[in-house]
């Protein structure tokens, strides 16, 4: 039977304390080796990429919603915790309308190398500070064709909260991992095969349909930061820098819709993909 929690104190749900505490979970979340799924679609998401959950907290209302997976949580032992909305509000930090939370087990990270085995389009995220801004880059590589992302050391969490919901469960889906150091990974990159790519506003950077129209067999395509975009490091790292062709006295996009613009008109077109 599931454990009902009266008091936002009670310590079996250390894990859902302060989820709105962005610097708090940042650093909570990788020592504890958790990450939280929130939704009922991004928690069977999570299930359905093999990741392991340790305990499970909703409203009452949302047991009947996730009667198969309280019913798959007993028999296996793991936690399932309900609580009226005040009591789950206190305890997380907000109002919990999407109805159910779990803490899963982190999965361990792969390596650059094993991660991009195969890939012939990969994103690179280098920097990128706004969690909501990565998890629509993680929904567009998904929904476009993208083989992989890699995120460089100082890139937001994929896994935290936010990233997760805004990817809508995808980030579970495409392969990721950190690439480090870096930009000393470009060579990496290279060494694996990869022509490398930098969405920049440079004098010299090609057209988006110049690059689509004759794309390398392998391409790592690498993000900027909100705001400053890339690192001089980095453009000069990389094989060649590239535009999106725009009007309307538009010089730039967000990070996430140049992202998904780009992996539209780069996706792989063959039939045999």
């Not at 039977?1 to 859902?16: F, K, N």
């Not at 309307?248 to 077109?269: C, E, I, P």
Request: charged share 25%.
């Amino acid at each position: 039977m599931p454990t009902r929690i009266e008091d936002a104190a009670d310590p079996r749900v250390v894990d859902y304390v302060g989820l709105t505490d962005v610097a708090l979970r940042r650093r909570t979340e990788p020592e504890r080796g958790l990450y939280i799924a929130e939704s009922e679609k991004v928690i069977r998401r999570a299930l359905a990429a093999g990741h392991r959950p340790r305990s499970y907290l909703m409203a009452e209302r949302w047991l009947a919603d996730l009667a198969d997976v309280v019913e798959r949580a007993e028999a296996d032992g793991i936690p399932v915790f309900v609580g009226d909305h005040a009591v789950i509000e206190r305890l997380t930090g907000f109002h919990l309308h999407r109805g159910a939370l779990a803490a899963m087990h982190r999965p361990t990270v792969p390596t650059v190398a094993d991660t991009v085995d195969g890939a012939r389009r990969v994103l690179v995220l280098e920097d990128i500070v706004d969690h909501t801004n990565v998890g629509a880059v993680f929904r567009s590589a998904a929904a476009l064709g993208m083989d992989a992302v890699l995120v460089t050391p100082r890139c937001a969490d994929p896994l935290y909260r936010r990233a997760v919901r805004v990817s809508m469960g995808t980030v579970f889906q495409v392969p990721w991992t950190r690439i480090d150091p870096w930009p000393a990974g470009v060579e990496a990159l290279r060494g694996l095969g990869f022509t490398t790519a930098a969405l920049a506003l440079e004098e010299e950077s090609r057209s988006l349909d110049e690059l689509a129209a004759d794309p390398p067999e392998r391409l790592a395509l690498v993000l900027g930061t909100e705001g400053d975009g890339l690192s001089r490091r980095t453009i000069a790292a990389v094989d060649l820098t590239v535009r999106i062709p725009m009007g309307g006295g538009v010089d730039s996009l967000n990070v996430a819709a140049a992202g998904a613009v780009a992996a539209w008109a780069l996706r792989v077109r063959d039939a045999s993909r």
